[in-house]
């Protein structure tokens, strides 16, 4: 009798809560299809290099469903770095609700330049050299207006690197992930209300699959046997006025096993947006990141050779965000915390988003141009 008054409690505060998730503002799987953009670009990565290539992003090839994406660049000083990646994004497949990605890249970093992991980083970099191919498969589980999603990844390195002595040697090596994302918002592309959880883990990899097989994985990128990777993340989408959102963003992470290694064992990076990519790594890690965007509508129609779409609106953007690392949780992860904060600009497309960001911090100014809101 009580388990059954508590089953009927359950439910029904299930109920009251799914009744105050926001009604999706625009059915993402019926966007436009064909919609493109191809970006030439120019960018000086500090410690990395200067580069030239082109970025790009295709949604709802053919009204099928799938997305696509392509990325090439090129070092054009002595650092002799070059990038190719492209990806198929949302391939269906015979179940319902259920598609896979595909990416594949090839990495050359001739005097890759990178920063030392660890809370104590210097402001100074290190030389890696490495080449080496990329893929990747994730077949993902989304029901409920893409409300609940469900994934495994899956990914492959296979190349070659430098030991500590300069000796050349090969590797290959898999990766593996799942990750859960529940979408209590107004919109998949750029929420206005309500909520989002994500929780991703490192799982058990596979030596042998259908990308490859592994070996010599002890590789450039450190060996992660015997490591499990938690991250947790929290977004909050609240309006003030049709125009104006508040976005809260809070970010954990951390790296168990092997806690009696001397090497700094990275479970992630906070994603500031003043500092290079990956500036702070270690076991453990905070980000909190607090934006306000202001969109007006425009409803500027593009088709010619570098883009085709609806610009629905631009947006403007502030943030403020703060992050730290620590080999321990506790009281340390939260002391001398790193902030940047900057000023932005995206182009709202159907299902794309451009965006432009410039972000300051202590240790200079950065730039982004991407593709995707950051959260």
């Known amino acids: 009798m009580r388990k059954g008054l508590l089953v009927l409690l359950m439910v029904s505060l299930a109920g ?10 625009r059915d993402f799987d019926e966007r436009r299809p064909n919609e493109y953009l191809i970006l030439p670009a120019v960018a ?3 410690g990395i290099g200067i580069f030239v290539g082109v970025l790009s992003s295709f949604s709802n090839i053919a009204g099928s469903g799938i997305d696509a994406a392509v990325a090439v660049a090129e070092s054009v000083d002595e650092t002799d770095i070059s990038v190719r990646v492209a990806a198929l994004r949302d391939v269906p497949l015979p179940l319902p609700g259920m598609t896979f990605d595909y990416q594949y890249g090839n990495i050359k970093l001739g005097n890759f330049q990178t920063f ?62 799942g990750a859960l994302f529940l979408d ?32 010599n994985t002890g590789n450039i990128f450190g060996d992660d046997q015997e490591i499990t990777v938690e991250s947790y993340e929290v977004g909050i989408f609240i309006p003030q006025s049709e125009q104006v959102v508040w976005v809260w963003n809070n970010r954990y992470f951390q790296a168990t096993g092997r806690e009696e290694s001397d090497v700094v064992i990275s479970g992630g990076s906070p994603p500031l947006r003043g500092y290079p990519d990956g500036r702070w790594r270690d076991r453990y890690g905070v980000f909190s990141a607090l934006e306000w965007r202001y969109t007006t509508e425009t409803r500027v129609e593009l088709d010619f050779i570098l883009a085709r779409g609806i610009v629905q609106g631009l947006q403007y953007a502030l943030f403020y965000e703060v992050g730290q690392v620590s080999p321990t949780p506790g009281k340390l992860l939260y002391e001398d915390m790193h902030q940047s904060y900057g000023a932005g600009v995206r182009a709202l497309f159907d299902a794309i988003v451009l965006r432009l960001d410039v972000a300051q911090s202590d240790e200079g100014t950065q730039v982004h141009l991407t593709i995707g809101q950051p959260f």
């Open 44 to 46: 000086s990565l500090p």
């Open 16 to 25: 009251k809560a799914w009744a105050l998730v926001p009604e999706r503002r």
């Open 116 to 177: 030392l992991p660890g809370r104590d980083s210097p402001n100074f970099t290190i030389p890696i050299t490495a080449e080496f191919d990329f893929q990747l498969i994730r077949p993902t589980i989304r029901l409920f207006e893409r409300r609940f999603n469900l994934t495994y990844t899956l990914s492959y390195f296979k190349g070659f690197g430098f030991d500590e002595d300069g000796n050349e040697f090969p590797f290959s090596d898999h990766n593996a992930s």
């Open 184 to 215: 209590f918002t107004d919109d998949v592309v750029d929420p206005h209300v309500g909520v989002r959880l994500t929780y991703e883990t490192t799982l058990a990899a596979p030596k042998e699959s259908i990308l490859g097989t592994s070996k």
